[in-house]
């Protein structure tokens, strides 16, 4: 079976090009490949977010940030390609996926990172964002508020991986809320189930 074709650059040469993935027969097709559940939310794998980023040619833009939040400190425990996630219901409101924030607002991201770092996932364990940077058009489609905290690339709504109640995460967050939220302008809001939002543009909760 030929799997490879050779692309002619000049009459002196010839470059081996593979093309075994346009043959591979796939007969066993997974939705996990680009989407999984994670307490009940359907979350894009980053196969999914590469594709994305090749289709919007976004190459440059995604690598500079990567780059520029590892740079600053920020783990890669968090999945980074999701705190682009506009949501998890982008099929019923008809906007993209993920959103791409300016790059004015960066450093709000990285600021709600570290403190999620430093003082909430050792205590609740790996969490997994199912909502981040948001345009205008889809935070309004999800009834977000005007002002959301999500347009300016500073807030995470997530839920945990492992199994926890909902009592016993409200009372770690609301701990952590009441011990250095102040100082850190924490956010915080708490959601139906396990889901639940930080970020670090306002002292408040709800």
């Not at 976004?58 to 996630?85: N, S």
């Not at 506009?86 to 791409?100: C, K």
Request: proline share 4%.
């Amino acid at each position: 079976m030929l799997y490879t074709f050779l692309v002619f650059s000049s009459p002196s040469q010839a470059e081996a090009v593979d093309l075994t993935k346009l043959y591979e027969v796939h007969t066993d097709f997974d939705y996990s490949d680009l989407v999984i559940e994670v307490q009940g939310f359907k979350v894009p794998t980053l196969a999914a977010f590469k594709g994305w980023v090749l289709m919007n040619k976004k190459q440059k833009e995604i690598q500079e940030g990567h780059q520029y939040f590892l740079d600053q400190g920020v783990k890669e425990g968090i999945p980074l390609h999701l705190i682009l996630l506009q949501g998890t219901d982008w099929r019923l409101s008809n906007t993209n996926v993920f959103n791409l924030p300016d790059k004015k607002n960066w450093d709000n991201m990285v600021r709600t990172l570290l403190f999620i770092q430093e003082h909430v996932m050792p205590k609740t364990g790996l969490l997994i964002p199912v909502s981040g940077d948001r345009s205008q058009e889809y935070n309004q489609h999800a009834g977000g508020a005007p002002r959301s905290s999500h347009l300016d690339f500073c807030a995470l709504d997530l839920v945990p991986v492992r199994n926890i109640s909902r009592t016993e995460l409200h009372k770690i967050l609301m701990s952590v809320y009441n011990k250095v939220g102040r100082k850190n302008n924490m956010g915080l809001g708490l959601y139906s189930g396990v889901r639940f939002h930080i970020d670090t543009c306002g002292y408040r909760s709800w």
